[in-house]
């Protein structure tokens, strides 16, 4: 299997960190999916914050989870940690009277070894393709992408917070990677080159990745670069810009990104749909909103995270029609398991079955990505049973679509046969 979308941290920065069961809600970076579903079922934040204090004695931990936890434990977050206590640490179930001994043995199993048992073995992942956001961690480059590390990590680089959504302090970083000040948008552009071919030279970078959904509409214009250039003046003087002052630039930063992804055969890895932490702004999330970025760079690559969710007919319909897009079924499975099998049967019929991935972990601890990785294999097995019995696919044929959908579509897609031994 490859799993085309992770937040994972390097293995030795995990070990440098507290890991407990309740680190399954909330990490010591970000809130975590079956601790978001705790606060939407009524739980206050700043409990869940108290979760990873670790001044709270776990007991008190427990106390603020256990209101909340019957309500949480049947959606699909709930349901892949669930499967993680089950089969790493053998308990069945989660409860007042399960936690204090499954939260030892999680404790107990915070050792080296673990990633490669549950996200190699057990998981059955060859490949995890990295979009690494937590940027303290030191070890990504110097270890976790070696070629020992099973499973095998390949990298997508972010230019949300630097290139694109430039402010006067992440132009001094861009001045400090460079080596050189930045005066004008050619040398913004030359530098923005300079990170291109160090992607290259790294060999381990297999994308781009864009999350700007989380800040603003998903539309990206066509802006001129003059209307761009006028911009960074006034952020290379020292202007903290707002939002709307800023766009035009961020738009023509972003298609200048995804021109160089199409041309040194990176694949651009966009978010649509729902989004994580509580925003519940979906509306400038529809990936029809980026139907002019896809058509105006027909040589680029787009990989549409999350199918979309919950615009997932939307997606089948662009995808369908432009060959430059694909669906990537990252997170989604977790998010509904119900909803994904009824798409991936609609996708099946509707897109052509090259342009289909079905598994994305998404997750910032390995644990979370085993569960995950079940309820994937187990909607996508569902699915073509059922197409057999109705007579669509061959037994022959859908054994060939589970291996596309779960592997070799994202080998093709990403070029990973590097990765693989």
């Known amino acids: 299997m490859i799993d085309t979308h992770e937040h994972q941290v390097s293995e030795r920065y995990w070990l440098e960190t507290e890991y407990s069961l309740f680190s399954w809600f909330i990490q010591p970076w970000f809130g975590q999916y079956a601790g978001a579903d705790l606060v939407s079922a009524g739980m206050p934040p700043l409990d869940l914050e108290k979760l990873r204090d670790p001044f709270v004695p776990m007991h008190e931990r427990w106390e603020l989870v256990s209101p909340w936890w019957p309500f949480a434990r049947s959606t699909g977050f709930g349901q892949s940690v669930r499967l993680a206590a089950r089969d790493i640490?053998?308990?069945d179930e989660l409860n007042d009277s399960t936690w204090a001994g499954l939260n030892e043995r999680i404790i107990a199993g915070h050792k080296p070894g673990h990633y490669r048992r549950v996200l190699y073995e057990m998981s059955g992942i060859d490949v995890i393709i990295l979009d690494q956001n937590v940027?303290?961690?030191?070890?990504?480059?110097?270890e976790f992408v070696g070629a020992e590390v099973r499973p095998r990590v390949a990298l997508v680089k972010r230019f949300d917070d630097t290139f694109i959504?430039?402010?006067p302090d992440s132009l001094?970083?861009?001045?400090?990677d460079w080596g050189q000040r930045v005066d004008d948008m050619d040398e913004l552009l030359a530098a923005l080159d300079g990170q291109f071919d160090e992607m290259e030279r790294s060999g381990v970078y297999v994308g781009v990745k864009c999350a700007m959904a989380y800040d603003r509409i998903v539309r990206y214009e066509d802006a001129p670069r003059q209307q761009a250039e006028k911009i960074f003046q006034r952020i290379r003087g020292g202007e903290e810009l707002g939002d709307a002052q800023r766009r035009p630039f961020e738009?023509?930063?972003l298609n200048e990104v995804a021109r160089r992804s199409g041309e040194r055969g990176l694949v651009m890895q966009v978010h649509a749909g729902i989004l994580a932490g509580g925003d519940a702004n979906i509306t400038r999330t529809n990936v029809t909103h980026m139907n002019s970025l896809f058509a105006r760079h027909p040589r680029t690559r787009f990989a549409?995270?999350?199918g979309s969710f919950p615009y997932m007919g939307e997606l089948a319909a662009i995808a369908k029609n432009l060959s430059n897009v694909y669906v990537d079924n990252c997170w989604m499975p977790i998010i509904s398991p119900t909803q994904t099998r009824e798409w991936m049967h609609s996708w099946?019929?509707?897109v052509p079955l090259n342009k289909l991935m079905g598994f994305g972990g998404d997750y910032n601890?390995?644990?979370?990505?085993?569960?995950?990785?079940?309820v994937a294999r187990d909607i996508l097995a569902r699915v073509l049973t059922e197409k057999v019995r109705d007579g669509y696919f061959s037994e022959q044929e859908a054994s060939w679509a589970a291996h596309r959908i779960l592997r070799q579509n994202a080998v093709d897609l990403f070029g990973l046969e590097r990765f693989l031994d």
């Open 365 to 374: 601890f390995p644990d979370g990505s085993y569960g995950h990785s079940l």
């Open 251 to 253: 738009d023509f930063m």
């Open 172 to 176: 001094g970083l861009i001045e400090q």
């Open 348 to 350: 099946i019929e509707a």
């Open 135 to 142: 940027r303290a961690d030191p070890y990504v480059h110097s």
């Open 304 to 306: 549409v995270f999350h």
């Open 89 to 91: 640490y053998g308990v």
């Open 165 to 167: 959504r430039l402010t």
